[in-house]
Antibody, heavy 121, light 113 residues
Framework: QVQLVESGGGLVKPGGSLRLSCTAS????????MTWIRQAPGKGLEWVSY????????NYADSVKGRFTISRDNAKNSLYLQMNSLRAEDTAVYYC??????????????WGQGNLVTVSS | QSVLTQPPSVSGAPGQRVTISCTGS?????????VYWYQQLPGTAPKLLIN???NRPSGVPDRFSGSRSGTSASLAITGLQAEDEADYYC?????????????FGSGTKVTVL
């Protein structure tokens, strides 16, 4: 069965950096676009970034553009989110998710369990 | 501020039918882009409920259905059950200069009376 397991979250000071990882299993990872979606405490869902199957195509929400970098290692079935210059408003549960198509669906059919990132001094 | 607008809450008695609206614009739903619906039970990750062609993924009960018209979409739950008490989100996308952006609704809390 499809499984997505995130790791790497935690407490970080404003201006700091953190790298989230997501390990996939149960499907051919290299066949699917992947995405990161976050949810601030008590708030709704906010898309963060997506990456194409090869990693050559990426896009970011305006709120994280220039600070976050999405990447993937298909040999390791892994997705990453490098987060720099973190702000208090980046505090959220971060979910990695699979796009159900090989591209151009721009949705999420399987989600990880979520990983809490807290930005606070 | 969410791009897609949903009512904050809806409620109904067990067995009743409730609907959740999702209002977008000509940049997203009105452009013909697919609309998806997710269910988020308390303390858990969201789950895909309705996919882009209006179908239900395997395992989703047929009491959930999606529809769309113009710049809006709706999720209907018929025969409301206690386990349907959750937050529901609509999602579509819109194009930007850098590529497609996912857009989400503000979320609707369904309460079973």
């Amino acid at each position: 069965q499809v499984q997505l397991v995130e790791s790497g979250g935690g407490l970080v000071k404003p201006g700091g950096s953190l790298r989230l990882s997501c390990t996939a299993s149960g499907f051919i990872f290299s066949d699917y676009y992947m995405t990161w979606i976050r949810q601030a405490p008590g708030k709704g869902l906010e898309w963060v970034s997506y990456i194409s199957t090869s990693g050559s195509d990426t896009n970011y929400a305006d709120s994280v553009k220039g600070r976050f970098t999405i990447s993937r290692d298909n040999a390791k079935n892994s997705l990453y989110l490098q987060m720099n210059s973190l702000r208090a408003e980046d505090t959220a549960v971060y979910y990695c998710a699979r796009d159900p198509c090989g591209g151009d669906c721009y949705s999420a059919d399987y989600w990880g369990q979520g990983n809490l990132v807290t930005v606070s001094s | 501020q969410s791009v897609l607008t949903q009512p904050p809450s809806v409620s109904g008695a067990p067995g009743q039918r409730v609907t959740i609206s999702c209002t977008g614009s000509r940049s997203n739903i009105g452009a013909g882009y697919d609309v998806y619906w997710y269910q988020q039970l308390p303390g858990t990750a969201p789950k895909l409920l309705i996919n882009g062609n209006g179908n239900r993924p395997s395992g989703v009960p047929d009491r959930f259905s999606g529809s769309r018209s113009g710049t809006s979409a709706s999720l209907a739950i018929t025969g409301l059950q206690a386990e349907d008490e959750a937050d529901y989100y609509c999602q579509s996308y819109e194009n930007s200069l850098s590529g497609p952006n996912y857009v989400f609704g503000s979320g609707t809390k369904v309460t079973v009376l």
